[in-house]
Each structure stands twice: as C-alpha cells, then as structure tokens.
C-alpha cells in the first residue's frame, strides 16, 4: 500500500491531502472553526467503510455469477451512550434471492475496512527531528 502524506495550508485547519495521484483536502465544518474545504476526516473515514463494503460485495457477486446490478452504502456515526457507533444501510439492486441478499451484507461486514475498524489498530506516531 502506498503511503498518504498530508500536509496544512495557509487556512486555518485545511489540509492537502496525497495519496499516488490523487489530490484531496480534508477540513472541519464552520461551526468548529473550518472553512468547509472539503470532508472532515471522520467523513473520510467513513466514506472509507461504505466504499470498502461496496467493492467487496461487488468483488463477491460478481465472482459468483449473481445478478448484482448496483451497491449503495449509506454509512452514518451515532453517538450513543458508551460512546458511538457506525451504522451502515445497504441496498442492493438486482434479481437477487433472499439468499443472495444475506450472503452480499454478510461479505459486506468482511471487507478489510470493517474488520480493521472492529479489531481496533494500534498506530505508532513518531516526531521528525527537524524543526
């Protein structure tokens, strides 16, 4: 996997953000101080999962030969009362059995992204000695 750099701007919490050939910029909404440049890094985050789930179910389906025609993933954080949670609706269009339904949500819950969110990951942060 190639490596993300991300980096500040002139804006006051606006970040460039590189990853291969893309150019993306992460902010924070008006109401905590951003200028709303672009998603907040929760939204990436969870952008992240639904695309994650998507891919895999359409990775699946098409492995197996099935009608699957479209993926749609709504993903969304809830504050609840240990803390938060993500909620993920999925919807799947195409002459799917009942069977095939189930099976595509449970292949959905094995993407990579998922598990890694589920399993918790511990991140080593290290400080560059330039100044």
Aim: glycine share 8%.
């Amino acid at each position: 996997m190639s490596s993300i750099s991300v980096s500040s701007t002139a804006a006051r919490f606006s970040q460039d953000i590189s990853i291969r050939q893309f150019r993306l910029t992460a902010d924070e909404p008006p109401e905590v101080g951003g200028d709303d440049a672009g998603a907040t890094p929760t939204e990436y985050v969870l952008a992240g999962l639904g695309a994650c789930k998507a891919i895999t179910i359409k990775m699946y389906a098409e492995r197996k030969g099935w009608p699957l025609e479209h993926v749609a993933v709504d993903v969304a954080l809830q504050k609840t009362p240990d803390g938060s949670q993500i909620v993920a609706q999925l919807q799947l269009q195409g002459d799917l059995t009942d069977e095939q339904r189930s099976r595509l949500k449970e292949i959905g819950d094995r993407c990579p992204i998922h598990k890694l969110l589920n399993a918790g990951v511990e991140i080593q942060t290290s400080l560059d000695n330039q100044s």
